[in-house]
């Protein structure tokens, strides 16, 4: 088995990955340095890749550089891990705390999952603090392995499988983007069924906001627009439609 480890990093952020790298170190981690695309000062307008109309039909807003900046820091990572031969890619953000094993809970879940033949999941959600519309497929130390048809959001630490990073690569080559990259894995992984999370969480978060996403106070009014609340509604009562159905299918 063959795991690869990957940590999105801003290159100006050196105290967060001092303190990422330390968190890593301690557990003898050994990780590829993902770069991150500073989205920050980024100029929607001149951005061929980003559909503003969609945006505001799918999330009820215009998107932020910094959202852009963070999907396509993951789009380097998922692609570094294709590249690298491995067949599971563990992606982490720079914000990350560890309170268990990490390596040593990943290797156990992948071992679990090969050893029972449990290949039909694309992405596993290890950060996730809440079990929504999930299933509990097996019981791994102090540890739940769910089906989790309600995708959790948030992207500090996210394992991929060979064929999920291959499929993600091929949705998101395929179109612009129009909404933050956890909403989009959410919206994606709520309809095919296809994403699994561990509870506990195996990563936590430092509780910083991203550097790479759109934490910053001085945008907060313009991610409150008006037109906000009913896309927002909208998308989210048909991802947890998509995952009722799965669960109440593989009841």
């Given at each position: 088995m063959?795991?690869?480890f990957y940590?999105i990093?801003l290159d100006s ?5 001092s ?8 557990q003898?981690i050994?990780?590829?340095?993902i770069?991150a ?10 951005y061929s890749n980003y ?7 799918f999330t009820?807003?215009?998107l ?5 900046g963070c999907?396509l820091?993951h ?7 294709l ?8 992606v ?9 094993d ?5 290797f156990?879940?992948l ?6 033949q449990h ?8 950060a996730?603090q ?11 130390g102090?540890?739940e ?18 064929k ?14 129009y909404?933050?990259i ?9 309809k ?9 969480a195996?990563v936590?978060s ?5 550097e ?11 991610r ?5 609340f009913?896309p927002?509604?909208k998308r989210?009562w048909?991802?947890?439609c998509y995952?009722?159905?799965h ?5």
């Amino acid at each position: 088995m063959n795991v690869s480890f990957y940590l999105i990093n801003l290159d100006s952020s050196v105290e967060r990955l001092s303190k990422a790298d330390a968190e890593l170190s301690a557990q003898d981690i050994h990780y590829t340095k993902i770069s991150a695309v500073d989205g920050r000062q980024m100029d929607l307008s001149s951005y061929s890749n980003y559909d503003d109309k969609k945006a505001h039909a799918f999330t009820g807003r215009a998107l932020l550089g910094a959202e852009i900046g963070c999907y396509l820091s993951h789009q380097k990572a998922v692609e570094a891990f294709l590249a690298s031969g491995a067949n599971y890619g563990v992606v982490l953000e720079d914000d990350l705390k560890l309170s268990c094993d990490l390596g040593a809970n990943v290797f156990e879940l992948l071992k679990w999952l090969e050893e029972n033949q449990h290949s039909d999941w694309h992405l596993i959600h290890l950060a996730a603090q809440k079990k929504k519309l999930s299933a509990k497929i097996t019981q791994l130390g102090q540890h739940e392995l769910l089906h989790a048809y309600y995708f959790p959001t948030l992207t500090t630490g996210l394992l991929w499988s060979k064929k999920g990073a291959e499929a993600f690569l091929t949705r998101v080559t395929s179109q612009p983007i129009y909404a933050p990259i956890d909403v989009e894995l959410q919206a994606w992984l709520s309809k095919t069924g296809q994403g699994l999370s561990v509870y506990p969480a195996l990563v936590g978060s430092t509780g910083l906001d991203s550097e790479i996403d759109a934490s910053a106070a001085t945008n907060h009014q313009k991610r409150l627009r008006k037109d906000r609340f009913l896309p927002r509604q909208k998308r989210m009562w048909l991802n947890k439609c998509y995952a009722l159905k799965h669960l109440l299918v593989n009841k």
